[in-house]
């Protein structure tokens, strides 16, 4: 059953292992470049999102490093500070 697949399942099915994660690994580093960290704690998440294993250094990120922008009625929570 496995000699029926044939090239192009194969290809695509590399394309998608390989690039979703890309594409993630690329969209987190500009969600980390945006958000409000020093320069020393930007460098330290990129190390740790780029150099760990595929889903723990994104997912550290999202669950750890992320600041959170509250925003209650239509203002955000640093208005005022």
Known sequence: ???ERGCLFNSL???IIIFVPLLGHIIETFMILE???SAA???LWLAV???LFP???PLLYLLFGQRRHHVAF???SK???
């Open 74 to 76: 239509g203002r955000s």
């Open 1 to 3: 059953m496995s000699g």
């Open 13 to 15: 099915l590399f394309l």
């Open 35 to 37: 958000d409000d960290h």
């Open 79 to 81: 208005v005022g500070r």
């Open 55 to 57: 889903v723990v250094g």
């Open 49 to 51: 999102v780029w150099l």
């Open 41 to 43: 704690g930007k460098l």
